[in-house]
Every structure is written in structure tokens, then in C-alpha cells.
């Protein structure tokens, strides 16, 4: 599969489906906690970067393995490929988009998004100056511009919104105050708070619990359905929809896998799990005493 990996269990969308809209690492963002490393190819311009036909037809064989959502997210920000609304718009399955809402002040960006079922923005800063150091975003970005276009997008979509602030300690974690305020203000379902757990690129911490329940009380202040999303996904991956080692494998280039996870991916194909670390492209990291998977 080129374009489709997965299901893959997620946090807010149980069996979710992946699919990849965009070349690797090509994002308006470089976001300091991007578990993909840095953009190589940072832009705003929409594009169609592959067969749209192509696509569509990998999700629809891959249906079978019946996922809660086809989700697109990947490797890059899937609201750049300009075939995103035909695509989802042929998509006979519930469908959800995960955006880092850089480029929902345009209008075709916000009709494309119309066709899902569940969209992710995410949000994690309201002042320019923290904007432009967690996100490094692409120099024709502004906040005010990119806090308007999700404010108008959350209020003329029908679907489930479900808005993500990652808290990364140093960076927004002073400014959740604010960042409550402005969130207070936009329509949404729900607010799923996180913080850097799966090991990121970058040299980076995650806040520790005491400041994570002191930011709950914070959003609770301002009356916001807010949810600390836990790292460790309560529901695991379904290795029997893969026919070959080297298709699961895959999943470990958008999606690091736990220890106890590549120990039952290995008994699933009936290897050990030296045979799997000693595969070209897998390595691993240690992050806060765990073992997590990578392929590259
Ligand atoms: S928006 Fe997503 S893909 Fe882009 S840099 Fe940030 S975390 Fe990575």
C-alpha cells in the first residue's frame, strides 16, 4: 500500500484507518514536537500530489478491515492536497480529517473539510511569538489569520470537532490561560489535551502531571469539554489485517510502536523479536524508561 497504512489504534478514533495525502514531512509547520523530525518542505500552496484515483482506491480495498474512521493525517498536512474533498467526498465510511489549521482562513480548504464526518484541528498558541516557536510555521502565517479561519470553520461545520492542544513545557505551557480564553469561543465537541510522551524528534519535555491537572482546572474554568488524552492507546493494533510483516512493519515510519506492541506483532508473524530489530530501517528509542519502534 502507498498510500493507506493501518488501522492503527488512536487515541479519539479507536480503529483508525491512515491515510497519507502528502510526500513526507511536506507541512506548513515544523512543529518542535513533530515525531516526523523536521519539514523538508515547508509550504502553503495546495497541490495534487498524487493520482487522487490512485488513493481512493487503496481506501476502498482496505475497508475491509473495518475501521471506526478512515482518517487522513500521514505524513505531512493532508488540507495541502487539493483532492482532498474529491476524495473524501467518495468515501462511503465514516471519514476524519486531522488539520493543524494553518490553512482553514480559505475558503476551498473549508468546503473540502465540509465532506468529513470528524474533523482534529489543533491549536497551540494564540500569541504570535509562541505561534512561530513551537509551530515554526511558514512565514505567510499569521495567528490572527490562522484563529480566524478556525473559528469560522468550527462554526459552519456539522460534523464532530474535536480541537488538540499539545502542551510542550517551556514553550505554551504559560500561556494556557489565553489559550483557554480563545478556545472558550469556538464551537467544538470536545478538547483533547496532550503532551510530548511517544519520544519526538527534538529535544523537548512534556509537562508533568501536577501542571496537567492544574491546566484542567484552568479549561474548566471557562466551562470547556476538556480531556487529558492518555499516551498509552487503550485498544491495540489489529496485526490480521496485514498479509506480510513487511506491510505492518510500515506503520512504525507514522506511528512508533511500544515494546509490548513489536513483541506481539513478532509472535503475530511467528518471528522473534531480534529478527524484527535486526530488519533494515528499524531502530528504537528509549523515552522515559519505555522502548519505542521506529522504521525509516
Ligand atoms: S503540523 Fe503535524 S506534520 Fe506538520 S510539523 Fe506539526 S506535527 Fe508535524
Same mark, same amino acid.
Given at each position: 500500500?502507498?498510500?493507506?497504512?493501518?488501522?492503527?489504534?488512536?487515541?479519539?478514533?479507536?480503529?483508525?484507518?491512515?491515510?497519507?495525502? =502528502?510526500?513526507?514531512?511536506?507541512?506548513?509547520?515544523?512543529?518542535?514536537?513533530?515525531?516526523?523530525?523536521?519539514?523538508?518542505?515547508?509550504?502553503?500552496?495546495?497541490?495534487?500530489?498524487?493520482?487522487?484515483?490512485?488513493?481512493?482506491?487503496?481506501?476502498?480495498?482496505?475497508?475491509?478491515?473495518?475501521?471506526?474512521?478512515?482518517?487522513?493525517?500521514?505524513?505531512?498536512?493532508?488540507?495541502?492536497?487539493?483532492?482532498?474533498?474529491?476524495?473524501?467526498?467518495?468515501?462511503?465510511?465514516?471519514?476524519?480529517?486531522? =488539520?493543524?489549521?494553518?490553512?482553514?482562513?480559505?475558503?476551498?480548504?473549508?468546503?473540502?473539510?465540509?465532506?468529513?464526518?470528524?474533523?482534529?484541528?489543533?491549536?497551540?498558541?494564540?500569541?504570535?511569538? =509562541?505561534?512561530?516557536?513551537?509551530?515554526?510555521?511558514?512565514?505567510?502565517?499569521?495567528?490572527?489569520?490562522?484563529?480566524?479561519?478556525?473559528?469560522?470553520?468550527?462554526?459552519?461545520?456539522?460534523? =464532530?470537532?474535536?480541537?488538540?492542544?499539545?502542551?510542550?513545557?517551556?514553550?505554551?505551557?504559560?500561556?494556557?490561560?489565553?489559550?483557554?480564553?480563545?478556545?472558550?469561543?469556538?464551537?467544538?465537541?470536545?478538547?483533547?489535551?496532550?503532551?510530548?510522551?511517544?519520544?519526538?524528534?527534538?529535544?523537548?519535555?512534556?509537562?508533568?502531571?501536577?501542571?496537567?491537572?492544574?491546566?484542567?482546572?484552568?479549561?474548566?474554568?471557562?466551562?470547556?469539554?476538556?480531556?487529558?488524552?492518555?499516551?498509552?492507546?487503550?485498544?491495540?493494533?489489529?496485526?490480521?489485517?496485514?498479509?506480510?510483516?513487511?506491510?505492518?512493519?510500515?506503520?512504525?515510519?507514522?506511528?512508533?510502536?511500544?515494546?509490548?506492541?513489536?513483541?506481539?506483532?513478532?509472535?503475530?508473524?511467528?518471528?522473534?523479536?531480534?529478527?524484527?530489530?535486526?530488519?533494515?530501517?528499524?531502530?528504537?528509542?528509549?523515552?522515559?524508561?519505555?522502548?519505542?519502534?521506529?522504521?525509516?
Amino acid at each position: 500500500m502507498k498510500y493507506v497504512y493501518g488501522p492503527v489504534p488512536s487515541r479519539r478514533l479507536g480503529k483508525s484507518l491512515g491515510v497519507n495525502l =502528502t510526500p513526507f514531512k511536506t507541512c506548513s509547520y515544523s512543529c518542535i514536537y513533530c515525531q516526523l523530525g523536521r519539514t523538508t518542505f515547508k509550504t502553503v500552496e495546495r497541490k495534487s500530489f498524487f493520482k487522487k484515483e490512485e488513493i481512493l482506491e487503496e481506501i476502498s480495498k482496505s475497508l475491509k478491515s473495518n475501521p471506526d474512521y478512515v482518517t487522513f493525517a500521514g505524513e505531512g498536512e493532508p488540507t495541502l492536497n487539493s483532492d482532498l474533498g474529491w476524495i473524501l467526498e467518495r468515501i462511503n465510511h465514516d471519514t476524519a480529517v486531522i =488539520t493543524n489549521s494553518s490553512l482553514l482562513w480559505r475558503k476551498d480548504v473549508r468546503e473540502d473539510l465540509m465532506q468529513a464526518d470528524a474533523c482534529l484541528p489543533s491549536i497551540d498558541a494564540v500569541t504570535e511569538k =509562541t505561534f512561530k516557536r513551537i509551530n515554526r510555521s511558514h512565514p505567510s502565517l499569521e495567528i490572527e489569520k490562522v484563529l480566524d479561519g478556525l473559528k469560522e470553520f468550527c462554526d459552519e461545520f456539522d460534523g =464532530t470537532i474535536m480541537l488538540e492542544i499539545m502542551i510542550v513545557k517551556g514553550y505554551n505551557d504559560e500561556e494556557v490561560e489565553k489559550i483557554a480564553e480563545v478556545v472558550g469561543e469556538i464551537k467544538k465537541d470536545k478538547v483533547h489535551i496532550l503532551t510530548p510522551i511517544r519520544p519526538p524528534a527534538s529535544k523537548i519535555e512534556g509537562v508533568d502531571a501536577r501542571k496537567m491537572i492544574e491546566i484542567l482546572s484552568i479549561f474548566d474554568a471557562y466551562k470547556i469539554p476538556v480531556e487529558i488524552v492518555d499516551f498509552l492507546e487503550s485498544n491495540d493494533f489489529d496485526f490480521s489485517s496485514f498479509s506480510s510483516l513487511k506491510d505492518a512493519i510500515k506503520i512504525m515510519r507514522r506511528h512508533p510502536m511500544r515494546e509490548e506492541q513489536v513483541k506481539k506483532l513478532a509472535e503475530h508473524f511467528e518471528v522473534s523479536l531480534k529478527e524484527i530489530e535486526e530488519i533494515n530501517g528499524i531502530f528504537y528509542k528509549k523515552f522515559k524508561g519505555k522502548k519505542y519502534y521506529y522504521y525509516l
